[in-house]
């Protein structure tokens, strides 16, 4: 089973700053990786898939960067509501695994 | 619209079964791929389980191997997994989630319905 490790373990950031998350793969999941936002009481949504195409409807202030084993996600400008729990998941070998989650709070 | 919507949670004694069902809406399940993933409370993501569009591709995470069966009825556009056999770890929000395309490797999650908890507890 690939094990997905995303860092920091809690990011704190003012709006308006750049965050940046990192997921790291225990072995390459080439570039079949997707990052989702959950916010409380809310079902995870889905923002990149192929660890740099933005879904439907994502603002482009989300990017997302990597390959192999090591993978980026890039808020450029923090707005209020971009503050949640942000997961990796890769989805190259069975079982898809997730990271155990970053949450993004305000600083 | 795309819509997901997952019924059948509930308490449940340690050892007991419950069926949970998806229903799909805005599209045709029968062209999709579909995944079980659920979240213990204050926990992370686990999937669970997936079902090919045409069945022929069933798989299981370990921890519910033997105990859990999914299976689809495609023309009532829905969903289903029974779960047998259920312990407290198995406590969790449970999500149903369409495969990303069917295009090979395309395994992400999107949509997701809003879940509905399973509770395993005397």
């Known amino acids: 089973e690939i094990v997905m490790t995303q860092s920091p373990a809690t990011l704190s950031v003012s709006p308006g700053e750049r965050a940046t998350l990192s997921c790291r793969a225990s072995?390459?999941?080439?570039?079949?990786l997707a990052w989702y936002q959950q916010k409380p009481g809310q079902a995870p949504r889905l923002l990149i898939y192929?660890?740099?195409t933005r879904a439907t409807g994502i603002p482009a202030r989300f990017s997302g960067s990597g390959s192999g084993t090591e993978f980026t996600l890039t808020i450029s400008s923090l707005q209020s509501e971009d503050f949640a729990v942000y997961y990796c998941?890769?989805?190259?070998?069975?079982?898809?695994?997730f990271g155990q989650g970053t949450p993004l709070e305000i600083k | 619209e795309v819509q997901l919507v997952e019924s059948g949670g509930g308490l449940v004694q340690p050892g007991g079964s419950l069926r949970l069902s998806c229903a799909a809406s805005?599209?045709?399940?029968?062209?999709?791929?579909m995944n079980w993933v659920r979240q213990a409370p204050g926990k992370g993501l686990e999937w669970v389980s997936y079902?090919?569009?045409?069945?022929?591709?069933?798989y299981y995470a370990d921890s519910v191997k033997g105990r859990f069966t999914i299976f689809r009825d495609n023309a009532k556009n829905s969903l289903y997994l029974q779960m047998n056999s259920l312990r407290a770890e198995d406590t969790a929000v449970y999500y149903c989630?369409?495969?990303?395309?069917?295009?090979?490797?395309?395994?992400?999650?999107?949509?997701w319905g809003q879940g509905t908890l399973v509770t395993v507890s005397s």
């Open positions: 989630a369409r495969r990303g395309s069917e295009v090979l490797y395309n395994n992400w999650f999107d949509p």
């Open positions: 805005g599209f045709t399940l029968s062209s999709y791929s």
């Open positions: 079902i090919s569009s045409t069945r022929s591709t069933i």
């Open positions: 192929g660890a740099s």
């Open positions: 072995q390459s999941v080439s570039s079949n």
């Open positions: 998941q890769q989805y190259n070998n069975w079982p898809m695994t």
